[in-house]
């Protein structure tokens, strides 16, 4: 069965911390998303990786596919960085998605 | 980056009624579409796959009677949820590809509340 698995659940942070999120998967993948989601439900795509590291402004993703694992980092949080980030593996033609991290950031 | 636009954002509709909604890619072609479904406080779920001028694919589970999807251009997919219940409020997202690509691109999605 294709899984995946974040930690945490809920993150509650104070503006200006370092961030990490992090998504574990049980079988090998063609690409991981990292993805964006706020209240109102848009989603946005932050991120494909399948391998290596990425960054964009204050937001850093890194792989490791020997291990299963990525983490997506914020660095200098906000709180408009409140949000639930999503971690996706593509298995195939098919995105299996995390059950999301809940975050806010409190000013 | 590539925007997919989804339409209505929201729609209230009567139990038994059909509600339509959009999914329009506006600056490429998407091949595949996506349709999902996501309850309160829970992941999104695959409802279908949609290939653009063939039937859609849908997993299991999914009344594809209930959920009417058609993908008849290149940038349009449409889901149609039929005879809708209480039950069937939900959120509903789409997702667009583009052929070779593993891009994923999400339209806003729509809040469906039947009453």
């Known amino acids: 069965k294709n899984e995946v698995e974040q930690s945490p659940q809920n993150l509650t942070a104070q503006e200006g911390e370092f961030i990490t999120i992090n998504c574990s998967y049980s079988?090998?993948?063609?690409?991981l998303h990292w993805l964006q989601q706020h209240p109102g439900g848009g989603i946005v795509s932050l991120f494909m990786l399948s391998s290596g590291k990425k960054k964009h402004g204050r937001l850093i993703a890194t792989i490791n596919i020997q291990e299963k694992h990525s983490s997506l980092h914020i660095t200098a949080s906000h709180p408009r960085d409140s949000a639930v980030y999503i971690c996706a593996v593509r298995f195939g033609n098919k995105l299996v998605f995390g059950a999301g991290t809940i975050l806010r950031v409190k000013s | 980056g590539a925007v997919v636009s989804q339409h209505p954002s929201r729609v209230i509709c009567k139990s038994g009624t059909s509600v339509k909604i959009e999914c329009r890619s506006l600056?490429?072609?998407?091949?595949?579409m996506f349709w999902y479904r996501q309850f309160p406080k829970k992941s999104l779920m695959l409802m279908a796959t949609?290939?653009?001028?063939?039937?859609?694919?849908?997993e299991q589970g999914v009344e594809k009677d209930k959920f009417l999807i058609n993908h008849a251009s290149l940038t349009l997919s449409t889901l149609t949820v039929t005879s809708a219940h209480p039950e069937d409020s939900s959120f509903y997202i789409c997702?667009?590809?583009?052929?070779?690509?593993?891009?994923?691109?999400f339209g806003q999605g729509t809040r469906l509340t039947v009453v």
């Open positions: 600056d490429f072609q998407a091949t595949t």
């Open positions: 949609s290939n653009e001028g063939s039937k859609a694919t849908y």
């Open positions: 079988v090998g993948i063609s690409a």
């Open positions: 997702s667009a590809r583009v052929l070779g690509s593993a891009e994923a691109f």
